[in-house]
Every structure is written in C-alpha cells, then in structure tokens.
C-alpha cells in the first residue's frame, strides 16, 4: 500500500454534531523563554545542553517562541477553526524553586500562572476550549537533582503543583489531564536514557511508572478539591499496538503490553498492576515502592482518556544468540533499555512500511483496532484521540506555500479509521492532531517537523502547510474534505 492511496472510503464522512476538532503542543517544544519571568530549567534544559543528546545541539531556548507570539499563535488557532487546544504547563515556570513549606501556594511563581491565564482566557474569546496538561515531561531539575520519578517524593511535589494549577485555573479550564505518556517518562528517561534525565537504571524505571501512576491519582484528587469550574479530569497515554511475529508471538506480545500499556491501565482503570508484569519484573524490582492504599488512589474515575497513536510495532522472541533488533520507533535512544525484565526476552523487528520521515511505518488500520480494543477492555470509558500526526521534510514551494501531501493523506486516512471505529460503537468524543506547529522535537531537536504550520526557525514566521488548510476546512464543517 502506497502512502499517498487509500484502502478506505473517506472523502464526505461526516462526524457528529459536537466532536472535538484540536491541535496540540508541550510547553517545552514551543514557548522558549527558558529563562525569563522566573522559570528555572527543567530536566530538558538540562539533557539538551549536554554534549551529544540532541541531534545538532539544539535546546528549546527559543522553540518556536510561543511565549512572545502568544496572542498571534491564538488567531492562527482560530483561523484554523481549532474547537479545542491541546497545551501543557511549565511545572519550572510555576513552581521555579523547591517547596519551602507544606501549603500549596508557597514558592509560586505568579509571572508563570500569569501567562497560563492569558492563553486560557484567549482561548475562551476565541471559543476555543482549553485542554491543560499538568505534565509533559518538563520535570523541574531541582526534584531530578533529589532523585526524579523514581522517588516518591516527586508525586508528592505533583499533587501540591497539581493544587497551585487547579485554584488558578480550573474556573476555566475545560479539561485537565495529568500526565501525557509516562511510559516515556519512566521508560526513555531512566531505563533506556535517550530522553531526559538520561538514565539508564531498569529498577528506577519502574519505580517511576509506579510513581507516575501514583501522581496521576493524587492530581486527579487535587484538581477535584480545587477546580470552582466544571473541567472533565483525563490522562493521556501512548498506546503500543503490537504485531508478533514466529514461533511464541503471543508471548512477545503479552510481555511488551504489560510493560508497555496494562503497566498504567491496569491500576487507572482497574485498582491492580497485572500479575504477569510483576513476575515478567521480579528479576528487576520487587515493587516494595507500592504501598497500602496507592492503588485506590490512582484508580480514580476520569471522564475521558486520552489516546496517543503514531504506529505499530512488531514483536517476536529473541533467540538470545543473532544481534537483538530493537526497532521500537526509538532510535535517538541511550544506551539502557526501555523494557526492563523482557529486554533479553524480546525483540522489535523492523516493519513493513511506507514510513514517515521518522522511521515510522504508516498504519491507520491500527488506530481503528486500538480504539475498538479499548472499547473492548473498558466499555464505559469515553475515549480522545489526544495526539496523532505524522513528520515529513516539508519543502516551501516557490510561491511561498507549503505543500505537504504525505501528512494531508496520512490525517485524511487516520481520521477516516477512527470514524470506522465510531461506526463500530466507539465513543470517541475528538481529535488532536499532532501538532500545531513544527517544533522541538526532543531528541531529535529541531530536525522533525510535525506541524501543521511550518515554522521557519530563523524568522520562527509561520505559515500554514497544506495540511493545515485541509485540516482547517475539517473542523469547520465536520465532514471529511476530499
């Protein structure tokens, strides 16, 4: 199959009257101003300026400059006809400095809430609603410097931050999530080592899934407690749907869904870690760090539960003797592992394509299986496509336009296997697409380009691709455009 066909009928679909037309960013990726108006570096400040972690030694310094370019970035977002915006909180620019005492409000930054509340009633003017993400991965370096995810402490610094944001906010915020894909925030950042903070420590890795999971929890019950409003409370996870492949694929798959999506359902939705993850880890960890009680605070019910879906992975049992492939999407990577207890277990063959500029192969029959299997797994949970995208090399036409058909075809067919899943019965309430803008893309720094508005990183002038356009006339009307 070709990128640029399609396997499905597409062209005038028509979604229902009140789904959720958004984009999405992180804080880190877009705003810049890494040290103005209080805010102090976070732990990708940190790994950016370290020789050797990100592709040309970019940081996100400037990013796209979204700080400064507030008020025009909020116009583009409404020429686009944007119903909902996706961004997530600098926890630096709100809380630039350790905790000096036990109330919530002490060493808050108020030139940081400022800034959150000028977005948030911009985007009220504009009509457009305000999804909020406590946490996308810019942890403030002075909790990694007392130890980071795998320390309970960090959930216990989340859930006052989670309180500040909540008091500030949550009279307008429409939605809050709380975590944006803590398997990379546990997993890439302290198992593997190609994301920030860097570490490659199996045992921390899973400490900080669990702490992550705890934390959700605890915001969840702090938003609830602060939030005068009347917000939808979700988190946002990224989903891994697998294939297997050769004798035992069944077991490749079991393991690397335990590790990589039952390890957080499991206790949000459930109250319970699954028993095969923690006998798949036994020879890592012996999750003595879960204590009584911590499974009925992370299982608090939430309104709706983000899914981020890029690709597939294939998975087959390694023969422990031919060199492991490790083709998990993942290749800005450290040198530790991001599947601690299965790392000599299971392999990550390489797949069929076509692929993005990432590497990554295109499959939105994939999305419609992940949606139909959450369905499955949790009949009365609303769902949110909360990121989906894909990066190409954009080249700005001599007219000055930025024609991108790849990623056109790519939205123009994801969006057309979720509306099969809600054909199905899926409860899908919207759609981000990731991402607003072209932007710092982590590891790979400013090389990957997302958006679907180009953003020239010298003049950081904005123009909106093809893409874009098209997407435009998507959320206006509701119906897929041809």
């Given at each position: 199959?070709?990128?640029?066909?399609?396997?499905?009928?597409?062209?005038?679909?028509?979604?229902?009257?009140?789904?959720?037309?958004?984009?999405?960013?992180?804080?880190?990726?877009?705003?810049?101003?890494?040290?103005e108006d209080g805010r102090t570096p976070s732990i990708w400040d940190t790994f950016s300026k370290t020789p050797g972690k990100v592709w040309n030694g970019d940081t996100g310094d400037v990013a796209t400059d979204?700080?400064?370019?507030?008020?025009?970035?909020?116009?583009?977002?409404?020429?686009?006809?944007?119903?909902?915006?996706?961004?997530?909180?600098?926890?630096?620019?709100?809380?630039?400095?350790?905790?000096?005492?036990?109330?919530?409000?002490?060493?808050?930054?108020?030139?940081?809430?400022?800034?959150?509340?000028?977005?948030?009633?911009?985007?009220?003017?504009?009509?457009?609603?305000?999804?909020?993400?406590?946490?996308?991965?810019?942890?403030?370096?002075?909790?990694?410097?007392?130890?980071?995810?795998?320390?309970?402490?960090?959930?216990?610094?989340?859930?006052?931050?989670?309180?500040?944001?909540?008091?500030?906010?949550?009279?307008?915020?429409?939605?809050?999530?709380?975590?944006?894909?803590?398997?990379?925030?546990?997993?890439?950042?302290?198992?593997?080592?190609?994301?920030?903070?860097?570490?490659?420590?199996?045992?921390?890795?899973?400490?900080?899934?669990?702490?992550?999971?705890?934390?959700?929890?605890?915001?969840?019950?702090?938003?609830?407690?602060?939030?005068?409003?009347?917000?939808?409370?979700?988190?946002?996870?990224?989903?891994?749907?697998?294939?297997?492949?050769?004798?035992?694929?069944?077991?490749?798959?079991?393991?690397?869904?335990?590790?990589?999506?039952?390890?957080?359902?499991?206790?949000?939705?459930?109250?319970?870690?699954?028993?095969?993850?923690?006998?798949?880890?036994?020879?890592?960890?012996?999750?003595?760090?879960?204590?009584?009680?911590?499974?009925?605070?992370?299982?608090?019910?939430?309104?709706?539960?983000?899914?981020?879906?890029?690709?597939?992975?294939?998975?087959?049992?390694?023969?422990?003797?031919?060199?492991?492939?490790?083709?998990?999407?993942?290749?800005?990577?450290?040198?530790?592992?991001?599947?601690?207890?299965?790392?000599?277990?299971?392999?990550?063959?390489?797949?069929?394509?076509?692929?993005?500029?990432?590497?990554?192969?295109?499959?939105?029959?994939?999305?419609?299986?992940?949606?139909?299997?959450?369905?499955?797994?949790?009949?009365?949970?609303?769902?949110?496509?909360?990121?989906?995208?894909?990066?190409?090399?954009?080249?700005?036409?001599?007219?000055?336009?930025?024609?991108?058909?790849?990623?056109?075809?790519?939205?123009?067919?994801?969006?057309?296997?979720?509306?099969?899943?809600?054909?199905?019965?899926?409860?899908?309430?919207?759609?981000?697409?990731?991402?607003?803008?072209?932007?710092?893309?982590?590891?790979?720094?400013?090389?990957?380009?997302?958006?679907?508005?180009?953003?020239?990183?010298?003049?950081?002038?904005?123009?909106?691709?093809?893409?874009?356009?098209?997407?435009?006339?998507?959320?206006?009307?509701?119906?897929?455009?041809?």
């Amino acid at each position: 199959m070709n990128a640029g066909t399609s396997d499905y009928r597409d062209s005038g679909l028509v979604f229902p009257e009140g789904f959720t037309f958004g984009s999405a960013t992180a804080s880190y990726q877009v705003e810049g101003a890494a040290q103005e108006d209080g805010r102090t570096p976070s732990i990708w400040d940190t790994f950016s300026k370290t020789p050797g972690k990100v592709w040309n030694g970019d940081t996100g310094d400037v990013a796209t400059d979204h700080y400064h370019r507030l008020e025009s970035d909020l116009d583009l977002m409404k020429d686009l006809g944007l119903g909902a915006y996706r961004f997530s909180i600098a926890w630096p620019r709100i809380q630039p400095q350790p905790s000096t005492g036990s109330g919530a409000g002490s060493a808050v930054n108020q030139a940081g809430i400022d800034f959150y509340s000028r977005l948030v009633d911009g985007l009220l003017e504009r009509g457009i609603r305000p999804v909020a993400t406590l946490y996308h991965w810019d942890l403030p370096q002075y909790l990694e410097d007392a130890g980071g995810w795998p320390m309970r402490a960090t959930a216990d610094a989340f859930e006052r931050y989670a309180e500040v944001m909540g008091s500030a906010l949550g009279d307008r915020v429409h939605t809050w999530t709380t975590l944006n894909e803590p398997w990379c925030s546990a997993y890439l950042g302290y198992g593997q080592g190609g994301h920030a903070p860097g570490r490659g420590e199996p045992a921390a890795a899973l400490a900080a899934v669990h702490h992550l999971n705890l934390a959700h929890g605890r915001a969840v019950q702090a938003l609830r407690a602060t939030s005068t409003g009347d917000p939808d409370y979700s988190v946002t996870l990224n989903f891994h749907v697998l294939r297997g492949r050769g004798d035992g694929a069944a077991e490749a798959m079991r393991r690397i869904d335990g590790l990589a999506n039952r390890a957080f359902t499991g206790p949000m939705l459930r109250g319970e870690y699954p028993v095969d993850l923690l006998e798949d880890t036994a020879s890592v960890t012996d999750w003595s760090f879960v204590e009584d009680g911590d499974l009925a605070t992370i299982a608090q019910p939430i309104d709706v539960l983000g899914v981020n879906y890029y690709s597939t992975a294939t998975v087959r049992m390694w023969d422990g003797v031919s060199p492991r492939q490790q083709n998990d999407g993942h290749k800005a990577s450290g040198d530790g592992t991001a599947w601690p207890g299965s790392d000599k277990a299971v392999e990550f063959v390489q797949q069929p394509g076509p692929y993005t500029a990432m590497g990554w192969n295109i499959a939105p029959e994939g999305l419609e299986e992940l949606l139909l299997s959450l369905k499955a797994q949790f009949p009365d949970q609303p769902l949110m496509v909360t990121e989906n995208g894909a990066a190409f090399d954009d080249v700005v036409a001599d007219n000055g336009s930025v024609p991108d058909p790849e990623r056109l075809d790519y939205l123009r067919r994801h969006f057309t296997a979720a509306h099969r899943a809600m054909e199905q019965g899926v409860d899908l309430r919207g759609y981000f697409v990731w991402s607003l803008l072209d932007n710092f893309e982590w590891g790979y720094g400013y090389a990957k380009r997302f958006g679907i508005v180009r953003v020239d990183f010298d003049s950081l002038e904005r123009t909106v691709k093809d893409s874009g356009k098209w997407y435009a006339l998507l959320a206006k009307t509701g119906v897929l455009p041809e």
